[in-house]
C-alpha cells in the first residue's frame, strides 16, 4: 500500500525558512519522479516542483525558483522541500505525490508577520 506522509509545516515570517519531509512507503520509492504540490485556499492545486529518479533533474514552478529546493534521500524513502525566502503568497497546503494519483495528507504553511 503507498503511504506518503508530510511534514515540517508551520507559521513563519516572510523571508524565513522551512523544510517539509514526504517520508514513502510501499513502492519502490528510487524509481519515481516525486513532486510537491500546492493548494491555497480558493486557487487551484499548483505544481511546485519535481524531482526525478537519481535526483540528478530538478524542475521548478516559476514562483518559487530560486528559492525553493527539492531533494531526495533514496535510502530513507524521504523527499524534501526546503523552502527558503518565503512570502504570503507561499501560503498553502503542500502536498507529496507520486503518479498514480497517490498523495500525502498535506501540511499546512503560514507565512504571515
Known amino acids: 500500500q503507498v503511504q506518503l506522509v508530510e511534514s515540517g509545516g508551520g507559521l513563519v515570517q516572510p523571508g524565513g525558512s522551512l523544510r517539509l519531509s514526504c517520508v514513502a512507503s510501499?513502492?519502490?520509492?528510487?524509481?519515481?519522479?516525486m513532486r510537491w504540490y500546492r493548494q491555497a485556499p480558493g486557487k487551484e492545486r499548483e505544481l511546485v516542483a519535481l524531482?526525478?529518479?537519481?535526483?540528478?533533474?530538478?524542475n521548478y514552478a516559476d514562483s518559487v525558483k530560486g528559492r525553493f529546493t527539492i531533494s531526495r534521500d533514496d535510502a530513507k524513502n524521504t523527499v524534501y522541500l526546503q523552502m527558503n525566502s518565503l512570502k504570503a503568497e507561499d501560503t498553502a497546503v503542500y502536498y507529496c505525490?507520486?503518479?498514480?494519483?497517490?498523495w500525502g495528507q498535506g501540511t499546512q504553511v503560514t507565512v504571515s508577520s
Open positions: 524531482i526525478t529518479p537519481g535526483g540528478s533533474g530538478r
Open positions: 505525490s507520486r503518479l498514480g494519483g497517490f
Open positions: 510501499g513502492f519502490i520509492f528510487s524509481i519515481y519522479v
